[in-house]
């Protein structure tokens, strides 16, 4: 149950009049859960219980209502993303295209990340960035087990990559630090950060981020904007402030449906009642299932110059020993797989595959570029969690799919014997329900186990 302070209420009673009582009784309400299923992944369906029934929500084709177990097999392939549903609208309004170049500015845990991805099938580049290291640390974990192929994760400032990526990408998403005041719901404690003047000195660090933000969209690209807030001074008067500040950006109208769930944006709560600003969405939990959100999408005029951005001069840079260890790897352990030997990197002792498209930068923190194929031992080619969650599992020649009492058992970090198996010694794909979980390698009638140890649980 949130306890709202009374300058709270106040306000919005100012501001929404007879809208309020509804307003602040949806307060007393439970907050609604969701989660958008994976379809990176090659196996779709979920493992029998509660949630292989889960309805649709609302605003995002792959997205679902209920909650998810962190510890179950669909959550540990990566083929359900936990999301409330109103949070599943920003990536439906950024919508990025296979093959674009895609921003994701303030991107940690990875919500919006992972969304993206879905609609990006692994194709063009999608950069997310966090500006605290150890939030950065976990969206590049989030990034990995939902197998995105196509993502450099790094944690850098929003001033740092202005500078070196100007008129760069197709879209940039700003989902910006705010009061989060429609978070209330979901985590009570949020509550006690509030005060009247947070929306205001939360929208001079929301200004700062979209002065960064403008300079990396090309013309003719889209940036995004959103919160959890219902505050105006960091929903429609930012954008206000930056339609004004930045005249080459105009608001791009936000489609909302029939069904009355997405209203529009409220240009009576700025200074000038700028219509335009109807264009942009708000959410609100008395109307819709989810909890307060605001979008708008702004459009970056046509121009006929830009700055160029140098492509990445990356060659993979290995002896003839690691090659022919990657390449036994690969004659042994997969199937089909065909890719560009050109976007192969090898920094130390790793091999990854470059998303394309990679530009030059310099000095930037990066946490994980494009997929992590694996690691050079002596004498020979070790596979990375990474890849376990990016292969579907017919691109690898030896599978096992764990039962119940061994998917406990591998999580654990165990060894898994076995009686009876056709497998042959070498590497094998280790699937729950059907998806990849992490890598084993059969032995002597056992699989050694290869579940990363920062990862294991017990059940
Ligand atoms: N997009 C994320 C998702 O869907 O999982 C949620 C992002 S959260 C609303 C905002 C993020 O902005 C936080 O991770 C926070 O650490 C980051 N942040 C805080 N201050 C920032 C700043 N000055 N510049 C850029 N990002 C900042």
Same mark, same amino acid.
């Given at each position: 149950?949130?306890?709202?302070?009374?300058?709270?209420?106040?306000?919005?009673?100012? %501001?929404?009049?007879?809208?309020?009582? /509804?307003?602040?009784?949806?307060?007393? $309400?439970?907050?609604?859960? =969701?989660?958008?299923?994976n379809? @990176?992944k090659?196996?779709?369906?979920?493992a029998?219980?509660? @949630?292989?029934?889960?309805?649709?929500?609302?605003?995002?084709?792959?997205?679902?209502? =209920?909650?998810v177990k962190g510890h179950s097999a669909d959550h540990v392939s990566g083929l359900v993303y936990?999301? &409330?549903? !109103?949070?599943?609208?920003?990536?439906?309004?950024?919508?990025?295209?296979?093959?674009?170049?895609?921003?994701?500015?303030?991107?940690?845990?990875?919500?919006?990340?992972?969304?993206?991805? !879905?609609?990006?099938?692994?194709?063009?580049?999608?950069?997310?960035?966090?500006?605290?290291?150890?939030?950065?640390?976990?969206?590049?974990e989030n990034?990995e087990r939902f197998g995105?192929?196509?993502?450099?994760?790094?944690?850098?400032?929003? $001033?740092?990559?202005?500078?070196?990526?100007?008129?760069?990408?197709?879209?940039?998403?700003? $989902?910006?630090?705010?009061?989060?005041?429609?978070?209330?719901?979901?985590?009570?404690?949020?509550?006690?950060?509030?005060?009247?003047?947070?929306?205001?000195?939360?929208?001079?660090?929301?200004?700062?981020?979209?002065?960064?933000?403008?300079?990396?969209?090309?013309?003719? =690209?889209?940036?995004?904007?959103?919160?959890?807030?219902?505050?105006?001074?960091?929903?429609?008067?930012?954008?206000?402030?930056?339609?004004?500040?930045?005249?080459?950006? &105009?608001?791009?109208?936000?489609?909302?449906?029939? $069904?009355? %769930?997405?209203?529009?944006?409220?240009?009576?709560?700025?200074?000038?009642?700028?219509?335009?600003? /109807?264009?942009?969405?708000?959410?609100?939990?008395?109307?819709?299932?989810?909890?307060?959100?605001?979008?708008?999408?702004?459009?970056?005029?046509?121009?006929?110059?830009?700055?160029?951005?140098?492509?990445?001069? &990356?060659?993979?840079?290995?002896?003839?020993?690691?090659?022919?260890?990657?390449?036994?790897?690969?004659?042994?352990?997969?199937?089909?797989?065909?890719?560009?030997?050109?976007?192969?990197?090898?920094?130390?002792?790793?091999?990854?595959?470059?998303?394309?498209?990679?530009? /030059?930068?310099?000095?930037?923190?990066?946490?994980?570029?494009?997929?992590?194929?694996?690691?050079?031992?002596?004498?020979?080619?070790?596979?990375?969690h990474?890849?376990a969650l990016?292969?579907?599992?017919?691109?690898?020649?030896?599978?096992?799919?764990l039962? /119940?009492?061994?998917f406990a058992?591998y999580v654990h970090?165990?060894?898994?014997?076995?009686?009876?198996?056709? @497998?042959?010694?070498?590497?094998?794909?280790v699937l729950a329900n059907?998806n990849g979980i992490g890598?084993?390698?059969?032995?002597?009638?056992?699989?050694?186990?290869?579940y990363p140890?920062?990862l294991r649980f017990?059940l």
């Amino acid at each position: 149950m949130v306890t709202l302070p009374q300058s709270f209420i106040d306000k919005y009673q100012d %501001l929404l009049g007879d809208q309020a009582p /509804a307003f602040l009784a949806s307060f007393n $309400d439970q907050a609604e859960r =969701g989660f958008r299923l994976n379809p @990176l992944k090659a196996q779709q369906k979920l493992a029998a219980g509660d @949630l292989a029934q889960a309805p649709k929500a609302p605003y995002s084709q792959w997205g679902r209502l =209920g909650g998810v177990k962190g510890h179950s097999a669909d959550h540990v392939s990566g083929l359900v993303y936990s999301q &409330e549903p !109103s949070a599943q609208l920003v990536g439906t309004v950024v919508a990025p295209k296979p093959g674009e170049k895609v921003l994701d500015l303030a991107a940690a845990p990875g919500g919006k990340t992972t969304h993206l991805a !879905s609609f990006m099938q692994g194709r063009g580049l999608l950069w997310t960035n966090e500006i605290f290291p150890n939030r950065a640390k976990i969206l590049s974990e989030n990034v990995e087990r939902f197998g995105i192929t196509n993502a450099v994760v790094s944690s850098a400032t929003p $001033d740092q990559l202005a500078e070196q990526l100007p008129d760069f990408f197709d879209r940039v998403l700003v $989902d910006a630090p705010c009061s989060g005041e429609g978070m209330f719901r979901k985590d009570p404690d949020a509550v006690q950060y509030w005060n009247p003047d947070y929306p205001l000195e939360c929208s001079l660090r929301q200004k700062e981020i979209m002065a960064a933000a403008v300079k990396m969209v090309r013309p003719g =690209g889209y940036l995004i904007y959103s919160t959890c807030t219902f505050a105006p001074e960091e929903d429609e008067q930012v954008i206000d402030w930056l339609v004004k500040t930045y005249p080459d950006f &105009e608001i791009d109208a936000i489609q909302k449906g029939t $069904d009355g %769930l997405i209203s529009n944006g409220r240009p009576e709560w700025t200074a000038d009642n700028n219509s335009d600003l /109807a264009k942009t969405a708000r959410l609100w939990p008395q109307q819709g299932a989810g909890e307060g959100h605001f979008v708008a999408r702004l459009k970056r005029r046509e121009e006929e110059q830009s700055a160029t951005v140098k492509p990445a001069q &990356e060659k993979v840079q290995w002896t003839a020993q690691e090659k022919a260890d990657w390449q036994t790897f690969v004659e042994e352990t997969l199937t089909d797989v065909s890719w560009d030997t050109k976007r192969l990197v090898c920094q130390g002792d790793r091999l990854m595959l470059a998303p394309a498209e990679l530009p /030059a930068t310099k000095h930037i923190k990066i946490l994980r570029l494009g997929l992590v194929l694996g690691r050079f031992k002596k004498g020979r080619f070790e596979p990375d969690h990474a890849l376990a969650l990016a292969l579907h599992p017919d691109q690898v020649q030896q599978r096992f799919a764990l039962n /119940a009492a061994q998917f406990a058992q591998y999580v654990h970090g165990d060894v898994i014997n076995l009686s009876d198996t056709k @497998l042959k010694k070498g590497w094998v794909l280790v699937l729950a329900n059907g998806n990849g979980i992490g890598w084993a390698k059969y032995v002597n009638g056992q699989l050694k186990n290869f579940y990363p140890k920062g990862l294991r649980f017990g059940l």
